[in-house]
């Protein structure tokens, strides 16, 4: 964080132009952030629900697991009619006591980590957005089906400027789809019991055919749904937390390839070459 508080320093300064209520202007803030998927652009259930951490936590995947979110919201003392509202739609009075509430519950239900330290960017009058919110706008429109490498590369590009927030939004749009997809499966793996421990490893395998197939074969939604698989399977696994895990995806050329992405084990999640 003290590395990049000097750029974020000089971009605020670059707007110093412009008024701090201008539509045009933008600043970034250190802040502290919920460990929730896009949930500014989407509703809290939802968020909760698609969220890697909080499905893991909670085992959404379960009916037990569901019961207990639902807990969660009723001890927050926020109404399900107001969960499942656009977070900007919501009253004002729920809206900015979420993160607060979710901080104070979070200890009861084992969320220990479910808030963090991050940079959030302030677009005028539209909503803020963290850094983790960006990140995933750009990898879902590098990795869009319908456009060719350097196509999705450049629309990711200009999700970057402050002046095309329309393609920053599609990408919002694209994320939430691919996450919903991402939970589905993993759903799917779990249920089907089709996540193998061999003993030095643990692997999965995205069967050609099977839900959202296809997407699968871009390296970072693979990498994204092999994480989120490897919580889930370790959630009710904790044994096997010392163990690389293997998830493979039939490519697109139907010709019989496939791609496959390892994680590394729980307790060692340093990059090697």
């Known amino acids: 964080m003290h590395t990049l508080q000097p750029h974020v320093l000089r971009l605020n300064k670059s707007n110093d132009d412009a008024p701090p209520s201008s539509i045009n202007s933008m600043r970034i803030m250190f802040d502290t952030e919920m460990r929730l998927f896009q949930y500014r652009f989407w509703t809290i259930y939802d968020s909760l629900c698609n969220s890697e951490y909080t499905a893991c936590r909670f085992k959404l995947w379960t009916n037990k697991g569901h019961t207990r979110l639902l807990e969660l919201l009723a001890d927050m003392g926020l109404p399900l009619v107001q969960s499942k509202q656009k977070f900007a739609s919501m009253e004002v009075q729920y809206r900015e006591k979420v993160k607060e509430w979710i901080d104070h519950t979070s200890k009861k239900y084992s969320l220990d ?40 590369f450049l629309e990711a590009l200009e999700a970057l400027s402050k002046n095309n927030l329309q393609r920053l939004h599609l990408g919002v749009e694209l994320s939430k789809q691919q996450q919903m997809a991402i939970v589905a499966q993993v759903k799917n793996f779990i249920d089907l019991h089709q996540v193998v421990c061999t003993g030095p490893f643990i692997y999965a395998y995205v069967e050609e055919g099977m839900l959202h197939s296809k997407g699968f074969s871009k ?25 690389p895990f293997i998830l493979s995806a039939p490519l697109e050329d139907s010709q019989g390839n496939c791609i496959v992405v390892g994680v590394p084990p729980h307790s060692d999640d340093t990059r090697k070459s």
């Not at 970072?220 to 009710?236: D, I, P, T």
């Open 113 to 152: 980590d479910i808030m963090y330290n991050t940079f959030v960017a302030q677009y005028g009058y539209k909503s803020k957005m963290c850094a983790a919110d960006m990140m995933m706008c750009c990898s879902a429109l590098i990795e869009r089906q319908d456009m060719s490498h350097s196509e999705s």
């Open 219 to 243: 390296p970072m939604l693979l990498c994204k749904l092999a994480r989120f698989l490897r919580e889930a399977w370790l959630s009710m696994n904790k044994r096997a937390r010392g163990l």
